[in-house]
């Protein structure tokens, strides 16, 4: 990949989803993002009955979405080109191995002293939860908790039509010490956990979805400054 030019302003939003904003790049490889499931979709939705009954979600993506599987590696920015790169709901889908070589990636593409936002599915305070209801015993009640903890580790994901567009579903699960350590691995440094809408990372109005489905951890690191 090239070298950047000077002065990065690049805000890149990896695994945009349904959730984007026109100034920041944002990439996105799913199933709504392929160009052969757009035509598909643009062919359904010329008959008005599937247009109107069609869930928002599958629509197109606007035009500065960057179709990029995000396991295509390197990915499509050059070298120290971004001042900051978010990432919800993402890396759940690869595994560790591959997240790993994500991560190394956006630490090349993020210039000295950038800013990285991951924000993952919390495996331990899905447990935690589960955990503090205590022993219900064998009743209904036990029923519902097992049902409850097993929406939030797939929920959606266990569908048909999830495991077939995203590889299976979710790959992997994260808790502080992983991501911590993930992403030191990768070079970050200044690694902190933040909460909802909280930290440096800007426009989390915007990106950061306001409905959780799901408990989810917020960690924001940084490439070290040159010197």
């Not at 889908?93 to 991951?118: F, H, K, N, S």
């Not at 097993?150 to 929920?155: F, I, K, N, V």
Request: hydrophobic share 40%.
């Amino acid at each position: 990949m090239p070298e950047a030019a000077t002065q990065p302003r690049l805000k890149i939003n990896l695994g945009c989803g349904a959730r984007w904003k026109s100034t920041w790049s944002n990439l996105d490889g799913g199933s709504r993002a392929k160009r052969l499931w757009l035509r598909a979709l643009r062919t359904l939705r010329a008959i008005p009955v599937v247009d109107r009954v069609l869930p928002a979600k599958f629509r197109q993506y606007p035009k500065d979405v960057v179709v990029w599987d995000m396991l295509r590696l390197p990915l499509p920015y050059p070298t120290g080109s971004a001042s900051v790169m978010f990432s919800q709901y993402s890396f759940e889908y690869t595994r560790t191995e591959q997240m790993q070589a994500v991560l190394d990636d956006c630490w090349r593409i993020l210039a000295p002293g950038g800013l990285i936002r991951l924000c993952q599915v919390d495996i331990a305070e899905i447990v935690r939860r589960y955990s503090a209801e205590g022993d219900v015993g064998p009743s209904p009640a036990a029923l519902e908790r097992a049902r409850r903890f097993l929406e939030c580790l797939g929920g959606e994901h266990t569908k048909l039509s999830v495991r077939l567009l995203h590889g299976g579903g979710h790959q992997q699960l994260f808790d502080a010490p992983k991501l911590e350590w993930m992403l030191s691995q990768a070079g970050f440094t200044d690694i902190r956990f933040v909460s909802f809408h909280e930290g440096e990372c800007p426009d989390l109005d915007v990106l950061e979805a306001t409905f959780e489905p799901v408990p989810l951890i917020r960690v924001e690191a940084r490439v070290p400054d040159a010197k």
